[in-house]
DNA sequence: TTTGCATACCTAAGAATCTTATACATAAGT
DNA sequence: ACTTATGTATAAGATTCTTAGGTATGCAAA
């Protein structure tokens, strides 16, 4: 897909959803894990992915500890609380979309 | 969803492929359409959707006709030869978005 | 009759989210 | 010495939307 439009408003989503499998995950780390999981169809661009990171800690959905490995920083991000009950959310507003998106573009029903 | 972050991106999408299927429709038709086919959970604005006629139009994917019923202007909207490639285009582009989240957020792969 | 709703078009200001480009720094390979 | 990988970050600009307005006709209800 190479970042499509569509891809636009998922960033959030991905992000708690990756989060709340794995505990703990830097900023690196998730755009590597992204890439892997769609076989390089989907690149996480870093302007994209730290201020959203940010974002969503000021909002109180994450939480930082940063660690110090091999000399270089990083930052784990983990869920909150309340970042795992938007998690929730996110999730079911997707497949909502989803559902919704094919009942405009499914031919049987246009 | 009431337009849902998610829903950016994917209006010419639905534009287009409403005008696959129907041939011509004016703007204020596809608001209601659309309305329609999702129960009203999706509800394009004014807003986004003029522009957004313009610009496919701008871009040679639509033509326009123009035409009056009870004294009202309707603008009749319709695919060109490449606004039809741009479809098939889009819808798999849909379908890869689809896929791609799903291969996201599904628990078992991730 | 005038008030409101549906129909029908449009644009402008601002918000949100992204890309692109750049910057800094360490480690390891060529 | 140079490049690639690891790791963070921000700023300028593009795109796409929401919100809020504007214009105008037709019809029904108060």
Known sequence: MSNSKLYKGSLNTI????LNQHD???GYEITQ?????TKGELNITEGALYPALHKLEA???????????DNR??????LTESGTKETVN???ELAE?????QALV?????
């Open 73 to 78: 920083l990083r930052k784990y991000y983990k």
């Open 90 to 92: 996110k999730l079911e």
């Open 24 to 26: 703990k995950m830097y």
């Open 33 to 37: 894990k992204v890439k892997a999981l």
């Open 59 to 69: 909002e109180g959905l994450l939480d930082v500890e940063i660690a110090k490995v």
């Open 97 to 101: 979309y989803i559902k919704t998106m």
């Open 106 to 110: 499914s031919p049987k029903l246009a």
């Open 15 to 18: 992000i708690l959803k990756l």
